[in-house]
């Protein structure tokens, strides 16, 4: 199914959730310092494993830098 991730058409699996699409991302042993909206929504880190992407939802993340 296809989804946008900040702005890109993105190709990803059926029952894909946002803990899966993140480790697809960022490889390594944690995710830190990353904020994720689907559809406008915030979507609290504790629900990332749980929450399941649908076609076409509209996925923005946002990462943390550090800097000055």
Request: no cysteine.
């Amino acid at each position: 199914m296809e989804i946008i991730i900040n702005g890109q058409s993105k190709e990803i699996p059926e029952q894909f959730s946002v803990q899966l699409l993140l480790s697809s991302l960022f490889p390594g042993p944690q995710v830190k310092g990353i904020a994720v909206a689907i559809n406008q929504s915030v979507i609290p880190g504790s629900e990332w494993a749980t929450r399941l992407l649908h076609s076409n939802d509209q996925v923005m993340l946002i990462k943390a830098t550090q800097g000055g």
